[in-house]
């Protein structure tokens, strides 16, 4: 977004731009787009809440923006507390993203930031890899009211032939009734090389370990750019999902978002 910085775009020339409403609305044209909810995009320190009101002044001229998951930092002590407090005075802001460095959950400072997010009842996303999954488990099991979405399937690690620490990380992470799964980002664990057939068995693990009533469809969109293109990745689903029922895929796709992020 304009006025804001993102250093991680730097090693990411093909997206390092600004994108609007208007590249978004071209690049879903032949989607039928219900309702948006805005996920942070890694923007600098500090700059969750100038991203946050930013997006939520974008929303008075585009009302399908309907939530924004924003991007707050839980180990600011009595920081975060003000930080989350400004945050909630935005309507739209429905849930955080936060950096999840390994043994956080062990963090007193995090712990506490993490609760007082709890409170004020937001739903926090997981954006983390296999080897953190087990640290994630312990997070949801410590906040069982607290609603949790893995992102982008987890991040499996596609390179490697053994998938065995991110199937299990997938099968302890659905046992938890408050955590759920936003099915993206997968064509971009392949890159240029991805196909149906490469991303079919991650997308149908995890339809077939939480179910149809915790997962949402989401288009990483403008970052699946570095793989291909939204419309490319939204029929790619479509193919691989054709044997579900309309019923199922609505709520994959429109439904279940609605009272994950309280829409």
Request: hydrophobic letters at 40%.
């Amino acid at each position: 977004m304009k006025n804001l910085s993102y250093g991680w775009l730097k090693n990411s020339p093909t997206i390092n731009r600004t994108f609007d409403l208007q590249d978004y609305k071209e690049a879903t044209k032949s989607s039928n787009i219900g309702k948006m909810v805005f996920m942070e995009s890694g923007a600098d320190a500090h700059l969750g809440l100038k991203e946050a009101t930013l997006v939520s002044q974008l929303a008075r001229s585009e009302p399908k923006i309907k939530g924004i998951v924003a991007k707050a930092d839980l180990t600011q002590g009595s920081g975060t507390e003000k930080s989350l407090e400004q945050l909630c005075e935005l309507p739209l802001v429905k849930g955080i993203r936060a950096d999840f460095p390994k043994n956080e959950v062990t963090s007193s400072g995090f712990l506490a930031g993490f609760k007082a997010l709890a409170n004020r009842k937001l739903s926090f996303d997981l954006l983390i890899s296999p080897p953190l999954m087990a640290e994630a488990v312990k997070l949801a099991k410590k906040f069982p009211n607290t609603i949790f979405i893995l992102d982008h399937l987890g991040n499996p690690n596609v390179g490697e032939v053994d998938s065995t620490q991110w199937r299990n990380g997938i099968e302890k992470l659905a046992e938890l009734p408050n955590v759920n799964c936003k099915i993206s980002g997968i064509i971009t664990r392949f890159g240029k090389d991805w196909s149906v057939e490469k991303i079919r068995p991650y997308i149908l693990y995890v339809i077939e370990k939480f179910g149809m009533d915790r997962l949402v469809f989401a288009g990483d969109w403008p970052v699946v750019l570095l793989a291909d293109s939204y419309k490319s990745w939204s029929e790619a689903f479509e193919k691989i999902t054709a044997q579900f029922s309309d019923e199922e895929l609505h709520k994959i796709y429109h439904k279940n978002a609605d009272h994950i992020y309280r829409l």
